[in-house]
């Protein structure tokens, strides 16, 4: 079995993960970044960037937490510096941070690693050439990555971007990533298409409109 046509990584995403939880992560995300800044004010300079780092993984954390909840993704407890995951159709979710443009900071995390071994199954929808057999994956791993300047002098308080991002089973590469902003686009294009596919009408054969116009039967 081969990928169809409407078989991508993108796609497999906008199924599974409804668009209310990638707002709700976006708007979370934000929202714990902002804390975080706001709570390493009055820190000393020597070791100020360093505070923000570890306040925004705690704030961020719990933003996170709590947007997996509200839309009922089955999140993960809190507990330390452990990954908090969540549930979102075929897809297990988490979240981490990088400076903007060193995605190879993610795998830092050997958990991260194990995790992302999942996409094994989603592969052969970038590379369909190289695999002989395709089966629709029932498993999957997704990141959603705030990217901040690198730079307390620049933007400090909010990421730069936030991404969501599938990588390859290694995590040496990215299957696919997208800026969440571009990404929602998407579930307006899946809605058009359902709506085109309802206002469709089937079409009567010649014979049969001609049929009915002679006496109001149709075969």
């Known amino acids: 079995m081969t990928p169809s046509n409407r078989d991508t990584v993108p796609a497999l995403l906008v199924k599974n993960l409804a668009r209310e939880v990638v707002l709700g992560v976006e708007e979370a995300l934000t929202v714990g970044a902002q804390r975080a800044y706001t709570a390493a004010r009055g820190m000393d300079e020597g070791h100020l960037p360093h505070v923000v780092g570890q306040l925004r993984h705690f704030h961020m954390n719990e933003a996170f937490q709590r947007a997996l909840a509200t839309a009922n993704s089955s999140p993960s407890a809190l507990r330390g510096n452990s990954i908090v995951t969540g549930r ?39 590379q369909p050439e190289l695999f002989e057999q395709y089966q629709p994956p029932s498993e999957g791993v997704a990141f959603f990555v ?71 039967t149709s075969e």
Not at 97 to 111: A, K, L, Y
């Open 88 to 126: 979102a159709g075929i897809f297990t979710i988490a979240r981490f941070n990088i400076p903007e443009g060193f995605w190879i900071n993610g795998r830092r995390s050997q958990t991260r690693r194990q995790m992302s071994f999942a996409n094994k199954a989603i592969e052969p929808l970038v």
């Open 146 to 216: 705030a990217c901040f300047s690198g730079s307390l002098q620049t933007q400090p308080d909010s990421p730069v971007s936030i991404q969501i991002a599938v990588p390859d089973r290694e995590m040496r590469g990215w299957l696919f990533r997208e800026p969440l902003g571009e990404f929602v686009k998407r579930y307006d294009h899946q809605d058009r298409s359902a709506t085109q596919d309802d206002l469709a009408v089937p079409k009567l054969k010649k014979h049969v409109v001609k049929r009915q116009d002679k006496d109001g």
